[in-house]
C-alpha cells in the first residue's frame, strides 16, 4: 500500500464494494396478453370451457368474453409474464386440437 493511501482520512468506504447510491434499479420484465381468435367452427360453449378451465374464469364472466370474440374477433383472455402467457396459449392451442377445434389461442406483448 502506497504512503498517500495510508495518511488519508477513511470515510468508511471500501474499493470496489457497491453503496445504496449507486444500487441499479431493476425494471419489472414486460407482460404478455394472451388472445383468444374468432372463427367461424368453434362453438362457443367450447370457447367458454377453455375461458373457464385454462383461465379460472366465473362461468359468466367467461361467457363475456367469449361474447367479445365472437362479436369483435378477438379479446385478452388474461395478461401474464412471457412464461406463463406461452404456457397457457400452448394449452389451449394443443386441447383445441385434440378436440378437432381450429380455436387459435396467441401472444402479445402488453403495451
Given at each position: 500500500?502506497?504512503d ?19 444500487k441499479?434499479?431493476?425494471?419489472r420484465p ?10 367461424d ?64 389461442c ?6
Amino acid at each position: 500500500m502506497s504512503d498517500e493511501k495510508l495518511n488519508q482520512p477513511d470515510d468508511g468506504r471500501e474499493e470496489g464494494v457497491a453503496t445504496a447510491a449507486s444500487k441499479p434499479r431493476l425494471a419489472r420484465p414486460p407482460l404478455y396478453k394472451v388472445l383468444l381468435f374468432n372463427d367461424d367452427y368453434t362453438p362457443m360453449d367450447f370457447v367458454v370451457v377453455i375461458l373457464v378451465e385454462f383461465f379460472h374464469m366465473p362461468t359468466e364472466k367467461a361467457t363475456q368474453i367469449m361474447l367479445k370474440i365472437h362479436t369483435e374477433g378477438k379479446a385478452v383472455c388474461g395478461v401474464f409474464s412471457r412464461d406463463v402467457a406461452e404456457t397457457k396459449a400452448q394449452q389451449v392451442n394443443d386441447f383445441s386440437r385434440e378436440n378437432n377445434q381450429p380455436l387459435l389461442c396467441h401472444v402479445e406483448v402488453d403495451q
